[in-house]
């Protein structure tokens, strides 16, 4: 099974604070994926990284950033964490390559505090 | 620009009814269409997917869904839901690049005994 761990389940941080969120995805994936979620806002992309140093901004990038130097790991960083960054973070590893075989593979999901 | 519709918030359901929950895309082709569910405080888990074929795709715990091209529809079924099908259920579309997924808002589901 592919499997995609997210370093903490549960995280509490002080506003201002730098915090990174680490994912992990063991399936040589090429594509992985960092969203956010809040209630009635569903998952919302924050950054893509289709490869080793590449990323993408999605839709809600301000005040974030990534980082991907080995390919089964792509980082989360809130370069000074905020109260309004307090939510859910899920990370996605995706396939690609013939079409029944990509997919959207999650981690738990870290839910971060900030206060 | 690509996008996702769940127009239900959140549907309640006695156990042993019938289930469809509704999803609309707007895409310029015909895109990867996906069901996702999450347990509480958990991450998501696939229920289904559909890229050609067949528009009616069956997918785990008997959950069904059938894509509508005329209708932008990729709608999910079950004939009899059960009370551990209580969750969180996104409708997603995935570009057939893989470099990009898009969610609706989700659709919560409660189940009543």
């Known amino acids: 099974d592919v499997k995609v761990t997210q370093s903490s389940r549960y995280l509490v941080k002080r506003t201002g604070e730098k915090v990174f969120l680490e994912c992990v995805q063991d399936m040589d994936h090429e594509n992985m994926f960092w969203y956010r979620q809040d209630p009635g806002l569903g998952l919302r992309l924050i950054y893509f990284s289709y490869d080793v140093k590449m990323k993408e901004k999605g839709d809600i990038p301000e005040g974030y950033s990534v980082s991907r130097e080995k390919k089964e790991r792509f980082s989360l960083i809130l370069e000074s964490a905020s109260t309004n960054q307090t939510s859910m973070y899920l990370c996605?590893?995706?396939?690609?390559?013939?079409?029944?075989?990509?997919?959207?593979?999650f981690g738990q999901g870290t839910r971060l505090t900030v206060v | 620009a690509q996008s996702v519709t769940q127009p239900d918030i959140h549907i309640t359901v006695s156990e042993g009814a019938s289930l469809e929950l509704r999803c609309n895309y707007s895409y310029g082709a015909t895109p990867y269409l996906f069901w996702y569910v999450q347990s509480p405080g958990q991450g998501l888990q696939l229920l289904l997917k559909y890229f050609s074929g067949d528009t009616l795709v069956q997918g785990i715990k008997g959950f069904e869904a059938e894509f509508k091209r005329s209708q932008s529809s990729f709608n999910l079924r079950k004939p009899s839901v059960h009370w551990s099908d209580a969750a969180e259920y996104f409708c997603a579309v995935g570009l057939n690049t893989g470099n990009q997924f898009y969610f609706g808002t989700g659709t919560s589901l409660t189940v009543i005994p």
């Open positions: 996605a590893s995706i396939t690609t390559g013939s079409p029944s075989y990509t997919e959207a593979f």
